[in-house]
């Protein structure tokens, strides 16, 4: 928490914005996403005996983050270069359980859980819980070229390089309690540990378009596509934490994807109005929506004891303030 309010400060009095001053620019935005893993998060399901299947999938709440960095405008002044970091940290704790007076029974959809907890095919838990913890950094540097297109609007082709590193950590709790016997109530544990980095070429383009008689006031928008070659690291591990003997599964169970190289791409957009004002220093200001799509990032291993290939998308809204000298 104090680490988040410190880096909320800096890139509030930094302030935010990636339009471009004359000169030195230091910049930052303020960011207040949501994250999104749907189908590749299903974690959990609720199986009623013939009746009914429910997935449990985690919906992640809504988070800040920051994004600061720093401007040079180039000797010729239509070409600049840009170097910033981007901070995303985002958590989600959700719980599941049979409904009482119904049989049926809760199944871990991870690899090492769903292995680990079943007895000829049968799951033994009716109640699940998960904290779901994503942190998510992104170093870019990117060259770009500003070119004006009629006297209101302009465009600023860019390329550069770009690394990430994405880490997810999942804990899971898994119970049967006994109400009736506590000493025979059945209890375990799943870990997973999701670590990505990777490296590549960046390309972008930004354009900006001034309103009528408001020419301090534009419309603007970005687009790029990110291309890394990325190495995965996956460990998945499920351990009984009651005292019983495991008669009836494993007393543990792991299942690990090491050094899995792969090319994954990732699209970005930004959306929005922009402030700027001229003086001793260029004042710019701008608000928008901004969304990150990172293709196949999710590579938890599922039940089918197959890689999950699922796409995590970071989205939401955008905001601050740079300063030109």
């Avoid at 680490?3 to 004359?22: H, Q, V």
């Avoid at 207040?32 to 005996?49: C, G, K, L, R, T």
């Avoid at 600023?156 to 994405?166: C, E, F, L, N, V």
């Avoid at 009984?240 to 003997?245: E, F, G, K, N, V």
Wanted: hydrophobic content about 40%; some cysteine; aromatic content about 14%.
């Amino acid at each position: 928490m104090r680490f988040t309010r410190l880096t909320l400060a800096i890139a509030l009095i930094a302030s935010c914005s990636t339009a471009l001053a004359d000169g030195v620019m230091p910049f930052g935005d303020v960011l207040y996403w949501h994250a999104s893993a749907d189908a590749s998060s299903v974690w959990s399901n609720a199986a009623y005996e013939g009746s009914s299947f429910s997935a449990d999938n985690v919906h992640f709440d809504w988070s800040p983050g920051f994004r600061f960095g720093f401007g040079h405008q180039l000797h010729d002044e239509s070409w600049d270069v840009k170097l910033y970091w981007t901070h995303f940290r985002t958590s989600q704790d959700e719980q599941v359980a049979i409904e009482e007076g119904r049989p049926g029974v809760v199944v871990p959809e991870f690899f090492s859980g769903f292995v680990g907890s079943t007895f000829d095919g049968i799951p033994m838990f009716n109640h699940a819980s998960i904290d779901w913890r994503l942190n998510y950094n992104t170093i870019d540097l990117e060259l770009g070229r500003s070119v004006a297109v009629g006297q209101s609007s302009w465009l600023r082709p860019s390329m550069g390089i770009k690394t990430a590193t994405i880490q997810q950590d999942v804990r899971l709790r898994f119970a049967s309690p006994n109400a009736i016997i506590p000493a025979l109530s059945v209890t375990a544990e799943e870990n997973i540990a999701h670590d990505f980095w990777g490296i590549g070429p960046s390309f972008g383009i930004r354009g900006g378009w001034s309103l009528p008689n408001r020419r301090n006031l534009s419309l603007v928008g970005s687009f790029a596509a990110d291309f890394l070659v990325g190495q995965w690291n996956v460990d998945d591990a499920y351990t009984r934490t009651d005292d019983q003997l495991p008669v009836l599964s494993y007393g543990a169970f792991s299942t690990s994807m090491k050094n899995s190289w792969l090319g994954v791409p990732a699209l970005r957009y930004f959306l929005g109005v922009e402030w700027v004002h001229q003086g001793n220093v260029t004042l710019t200001a701008s608000v928008g929506y901004e969304l990150q799509w990172w293709a196949n990032q999710q590579r938890m291993l599922a039940f089918q004891q197959l890689p999950m290939h699922g796409d995590l998308t970071l989205e939401g809204l955008t905001c601050g303030v740079s300063v030109g000298f």
